[in-house]
């Protein structure tokens, strides 16, 4: 099975600007999270999607935003680039434990480096 | 809130050294509890986890025994080699949160 991947894996943006990044999960897999990875702030979770639904979100500006598609594709994007917003931002997918609507283990993709100059 | 708490990196280590690398957490209800590697430039690869209480998590000789008691989830290995210098990172996910907290990541560097 193919993995989490995630496009595009590098990205250089102009404080302002808007960005969009794209994650496909493991085939199967319905669930979709984002997190950024800073190395002030470590890993910290930006927002969960399931069924195209959002069922948890992080503290972070509105400016965040995300969703998913009915194929399990998740995009998230950042309007009015801050400088504090370089980091790397993850995507992960995990497979429901049946019947539940939860999960355990979460599948991470490689990143997305983004830079905000 | 949940959260989790590892020791402070780097910890260098020489080759076939003993490791620890300690992780505690403070949680509502019962977490499932994990360990996640990150080798340089890549993202977070699952390690070994546990479910509930008593279990023990293992994988590629690493290993980690969720200790409700002591509410910790140490990872363990009798032998490292170079090839495990990477990032170490413990999390804990609570059921029905559908996120994870993770710790702040405890770098590890193993010299030949």
């Known amino acids: 099975k193919a993995g989490v991947t995630q496009t595009p894996r590098y990205l250089i943006k102009t404080r302002g600007q808007q960005v969009t990044l794209s994650c496909s999960p493991i085939?199967?897999?319905?669930?979709v999270s984002w997190y950024q990875q800073t190395p002030g702030q470590g890993l910290q979770f930006l927002f969960e999607y399931f069924s195209e639904t959002q069922r948890n979100k992080g503290n972070f500006p509105g400016r965040f935003s995300g969703r998913q598609f009915s194929n399990s594709r998740s995009e998230m994007n950042v309007s009015t680039l801050e400088l504090g917003d370089s980091a790397l931002y993850l995507c992960a997918s995990s497979f429901e434990i049946t019947g539940t609507g939860d999960f355990y283990e979460q599948y991470f993709g490689p990143g997305t480096r983004l830079t905000v100059t | 809130g949940d959260s989790v708490t590892q020791m402070e990196g780097p910890v260098t280590l020489s080759e076939e050294a003993f490791l620890t690398i300690n992780c505690t957490y403070t949680?509502?209800?019962?977490?499932?509890l994990f360990w996640y590697v990150q080798y340089p430039g890549e993202g977070l690869q699952l390690l070994l986890k546990?479910?509930?209480?008593?279990d023990k998590g293992s994988n590629k000789g690493f290993e980690a025994t969720y200790r409700k008691e002591t509410t910790s989830f140490h990872l363990e290995k009798g032998s490292v080699q170079v090839s495990d210098s990477a990032v170490y990172f413990c999390?804990?996910?609570?059921?029905?949160?559908?996120?994870?907290?993770f710790g702040t990541g405890t770098r590890l560097k193993v010299l030949a």
């Open positions: 949680a509502t209800g019962y977490p499932s």
């Open positions: 085939s199967g897999h319905r669930s």
């Open positions: 546990a479910t509930k209480a008593d």
């Open positions: 999390a804990l996910k609570t059921s029905g949160t559908y996120k994870y907290i």
